[in-house]
């Protein structure tokens, strides 16, 4: 539910953009179409399945549902939306429980029981999630993960 709303919102956002793009300018030909450009090389997006880049080891549970997901290989950079059917504060504690016994270190937790966000490092990456809770005992997370700097 949360990412269908993230969805309606940016979809929004794009027409009200080229809206008022159209009416800037009256010299602008309305007979141009536009085109999306492809992504650039390295750059692939998915959903539902997680990206060959996750580390096998960062926890997922089961009843997880995976979203949209985006890798750019030129940037070392994973992301990801999972969407769980539980409460925020359950998700919150589930990785803050399942990502230290998988090898990774926890650098910062913190939020409130609407928006809370993690943040960790270990097994090559570096990771941060936003847990957002959508009501209903359904929550999302925005998951980042970058190459780790070593």
């Known amino acids: 539910m949360q990412v269908s ?13 080229l809206l008022a793009a ?16 492809a992504p650039p090389s390295g750059v692939v997006f998915g959903r539902g399945s997680v990206p060959d880049a996750v580390p096998g080891s960062f926890p997922i549970p089961d009843e997880a549902v995976i979203g949209a997901t985006l890798v750019d290989a030129n940037r070392g950079l994973t992301e990801m939306i ?6 925020g504060d359950a998700v919150v504690t589930y ?30 990456v570096d990771g941060m999630m936003r847990i957002t809770t959508g009501g ?9 993960l970058t190459d780790a700097q070593e």
């Open 5 to 17: 709303r993230l969805l309606a919102a940016v979809a929004a956002l794009v027409v009200v953009s």
């Open 22 to 37: 159209g009416c800037g300018d009256a010299s602008v030909d309305s007979t141009t179409t536009m085109v999306a450009d």
């Open 82 to 87: 999972l969407t769980f059917p539980a409460a």
């Open 95 to 124: 990785y803050e429980e399942n990502l230290p016994l998988r090898g990774y270190e926890i650098t910062d937790s913190g939020g409130t029981d609407a928006d809370w966000v993690l943040e960790f490092s270990g097994e090559g």
């Open 136 to 144: 209903s005992g359904v929550s999302s997370a925005a998951v980042q």
